[in-house]
């Protein structure tokens, strides 16, 4: 049966990522690079419906956290030599059997594509279901640009003009470049072609701005400084399904060096150790307890100065901690809480046991980033710049 005007929004999202491990659940400004693409589709006006496919345990449990649904994606067809499409068919036939759910339209979205809005979708799909076109893809304009490549001994050669004829900017039509961020097809073209594209393509314009994808780590810093720039006031965001959860929460441990220091000593001529801790904790540790949540301490460090600083802020203090996980856990079982209801913030590899355990893992916004990639909410502060006071207060909002 074909669900009539039906708009099924599929994002792929495979789990073995070789040029940045774990790309797609990688931290971008506080959030899960997928959680973007995901907003974004819950956002548009002409999305029915959402599916993440993917074949990765935390990427659908990331995608569910923000409001999507998963669909399980098989590994023969997961590797990095399967092309999307294969993907896309399966999240039909899938929907076919067991849902007798078959949309008229479907689009594609990239998770590589963070800076997409909801009206991009909307645009493109607006474009595709003006009945002159089978499929549409997203793309930016470009002006003439001279392409050099390699040729003999090491020099380049022209590949789209005659250096002797170089054309005028303006004498040339304005080329269209695939960003690969969205692609809008009718099912029943896909199904018999099997590819993205049809017969009857047309294009869905996006600014040169929104169009960069994560390919590398580099790609990351330039897409952070844009998302930052353009969204100071969604900062930290939390979506529903994380923000329900916060709302029972009942314990927050904090690690000690890197998250309430800035992971900087000061030594001495005698060898004494001093570290530099931010009076805003003591009033994040005065919201927590407000609100009824118990805060503890847990730090591989051994120096005395934790416990002074935590006798200072009135909390319980668990030092020279080398296996965390297990700590937390009998700090759960003793306070009588689960570890779906506690939180942990940390910054570094020896968090991960930690971050693992808890349900609602928290990372400073310098961690390690091995140690990010556990972490639900990436805070904005750095650790020693108040990160307890920022917690305390998104739990607050």
């Known amino acids: 049966m074909n669900n009539s005007r039906e708009v099924l929004a599929v994002i792929p999202a495979r789990g073995g990522s070789k040029g940045i491990p774990g790309k797609n659940i990688y931290p971008i400004s506080g959030k899960p690079l997928i959680a973007y693409a995901i907003e974004a589709s819950l956002g548009s006006g002409c999305v029915s419906r959402l599916i993440v496919s993917t074949d990765d345990k935390k990427i659908a449990e990331v995608s569910s956290t923000y409001g999507a649904s998963t669909v399980q994606r098989p590994v023969d067809i997961s590797g990095d030599v399967h092309q999307s499409e294969l993907a896309l068919l399966h999240v039909l036939d899938h929907l076919e059997s067991n849902e007798k759910y078959v949309p008229e339209w479907l689009i ?8 997409i809005l909801p009206e991009d979708i909307d645009e493109a799909y ?3 279901n003006t009945g002159e076109y089978d499929s549409v893809f997203s793309a930016y304009e470009e002006h003439f ?11 380049v050669n022209p590949v789209n003009y005659k250096p002797n004829k170089r054309p005028m900017r303006q004498e040339l039509p304005i080329e269209f470049v695939e960003n690969g961020a969205i692609y809008v097809m009718r099912v029943e073209h896909l199904r018999e072609t099997r590819t993205r594209f049809g017969e009857k393509c047309g294009v869905s314009i996006m600014p040169l701005e929104r169009s960069f994808q994560v ?8 897409i952070e400084k844009i998302v930052n720039g353009r969204d100071k006031s969604n900062a930290n965001s939390i979506p529903d399904t994380l ?5 029972k929460l009942k314990l927050v441990i904090v690690d000690f060096d890197g998250t309430m220091t800035d992971n900087r000593v000061i030594v001495d001529q005698d060898g004494r150790e001093q570290v530099a801790c931010n009076r805003s904790d003591g009033w994040g540790v005065r919201l927590l307890k407000n609100k009824g949540i118990k805060v503890v301490c847990v730090t591989s460090e051994q120096n ?6 935590c006798e200072k802020l009135g909390i319980e203090c668990y030092n020279g901690v080398l296996e965390k996980g297990m700590k937390i856990s009998e700090i759960c079982e003793k306070n009588d809480v689960v570890p779906e209801e506690t939180a942990f913030i940390g910054n570094d590899i020896n968090d991960i046991t930690a971050l693992e355990m808890v349900g609602i893992p928290v990372t400073v916004n310098d961690a390690h980033r091995d140690a990010k990639m556990h972490s639900k ?7 020693g710049e108040g990160v307890v006071q920022e917690f305390a207060e998104l739990l607050i909002k």
Not at 145 to 155: A, E, F, L, S, V
Not at 215 to 222: C, F, G, M, N, W
Not at 304 to 309: A, Q, W
Not at 377 to 383: A, D, E, H, M, P
């Open 108 to 115: 594609f979205i990239q998770c590589t594509s963070p800076l």
């Open 126 to 128: 607006k474009v595709a």
């Open 145 to 155: 640009m001279g392409r050099w490549q390699y040729g003999k001994n090491h020099t």
């Open 215 to 222: 390919d590398t780590l580099e790609d990351i810093a330039l």
């Open 243 to 247: 923000r329900r959860q916060l709302d």
């Open 304 to 309: 005395s100065v934790v416990l002074r600083r």
């Open 377 to 383: 909410i990436v805070l904005t502060k750095r650790g």
